[in-house]
Nanobody
Framework: QVQLVESGGGSVQTGDSLTLSCAASGRSYIVGWFRQAPGKEREFVAQIRWSTGRTTYSNSLQGRFTISRDNAKNTVALQMTKLKPEDTAVYFC??????????????WGRGTQVAVSS
């Protein structure tokens, strides 16, 4: 099972940018990001295929986030721009997912907190 470790979270202001990183212990087919705000269910953010770099995003992001991978370092980054208070959440890296819509994944990182103040 692939081990995942997130980093890069922090406290920022509305309109700022932040880049999260997910370090993977091995290679898997697709790696993605989810987020979970207080009192809400975990929701899909973005995913990327290791082999092709093909990406998929949540429609709600309105093009503000970009997912990318570094094959040499075995890391997946999530670049977030024009951050809003509603982006405040714990962001999780995940892989080996059977259902991305319902966050059914076999491997999860511990998460990294992102807080956006107005």
């Amino acid at each position: 099972q692939v081990q995942l470790v997130e980093s890069g979270g922090g406290s920022v202001q509305t309109g700022d940018s932040l880049t999260l990183s997910c370090a993977a212990s091995g290679r898997s087919y697709i790696v993605g990001w989810f987020r979970q705000a207080p009192g809400k269910e975990r929701e899909f953010v973005a995913q990327i295929r290791w082999s092709t770099g093909r990406t998929t995003y949540s429609n709600s992001l309105q093009g503000r986030f970009t997912i990318s991978r570094d094959n040499a370092k075995n890391t997946v980054a999530l670049q977030m721009t024009k951050l809003k208070p509603e982006d405040t959440a714990v962001y999780f890296c995940a892989t080996d997912c059977t259902d991305w819509d319902t966050a059914r994944c076999a491997s999860w990182g511990r998460g990294t907190q992102v807080a956006v103040s107005s």
